[in-house]
């Protein structure tokens, strides 16, 4: 039998949430070198103000651009620790979030709002230190009028994003991790981690750059010529 295409899917496959409070030490920019360099979100989607970090299962939200109908439904349906990813047609005029969305969500223990859109109330989403990762601020509202989609994967800054997908964000940028990726990816991300700790604990130390990361044999492989040095 033909199952209905639903607006809203409830039943979504999160992260244990112990996989989960093991990803909150480790850096986005880490995370997007261990999967080879993929899974970042293009920059213009960043925090609206430093400081801000998120780590968390997606709820993902297809709106159209200028309608926060569904988006408001969205924090209804999210749980939480959830972060709200959000298509929003990748305006960078229309707003989609602002302060009393952050209010809401963050009364619910909702972790964070990605989007690729625009956000106002920038100084009240700051007051509140609720996570909101979007293309900048701006003072044009929006309608609430159209339905839209929520737990169906969406596109949101050139990454596929699937409802459970683990979110990462700083102020280096969003990445997500599909679901069953995150446990295996887990030991060569602390793994990596350690390994520039230790580098750069060397280079505090005295050693050069290029001799700790082994560059400077690479350098003479490719006949660097330096003027002054036989």
């Known amino acids: 039998m033909h199952k209905p295409m639903y607006h809203v899917k409830k039943s979504i496959r999160r992260p244990a949430a112990k996989l989960v409070a093991a990803y909150r030490g480790i850096s986005p920019a880490t995370v997007y070198e261990v999967m080879g360099k993929r899974g970042a979100m293009n920059s213009t989607i960043r925090p609206i103000y430093s400081g801000m970090r ?5 709820v993902t939200v ?41 209010t809401a969500a ?3 223990g909702i972790e964070g709002f990605v989007c690729n859109g625009m956000i106002r109330d920038g ?44 979110v990462l964000g700083n102020d280096d940028g969003v990445v997500a991790i599909a ?3 995150a446990e295996e990816l887990l030991p060569a991300c602390l793994e990596f981690e350690e390994k520039t700790r230790k580098s750069e604990k060397r280079m ?21 010529t330096e003027e002054g040095v036989d």
């Open 204 to 224: 505090s130390e005295g050693e050069s750059v290029l001799q700790v990361l082994g560059f400077d044999k690479l350098l003479r492989e490719k006949g660097l």
């Open 123 to 166: 100084q009240q989403v700051k007051e509140l230190a609720f996570p909101v990762f979007a293309r900048g601020l701006s003072v044009k509202g929006t309608v609430k009028e159209t339905l839209g989609w929520i737990n169906h994967s969406i596109s949101v800054g050139g990454v596929t994003v699937t409802p459970g997908d683990l």
């Open 54 to 58: 998120v780590c968390g299962p997606a």
């Open 62 to 102: 297809r709106a159209h651009i200028g309608d926060s109908l569904i988006i408001l439904k969205s924090i209804t349906v999210a749980e939480p620790g959830d972060v709200i990813v959000a298509d929003v047609g990748d305006s960078s005029e229309a707003v989609c979030w602002g302060g009393t969305s952050s």
């Open 179 to 181: 679901g069953d990726l």
């Open 106 to 108: 963050k009364s619910r």
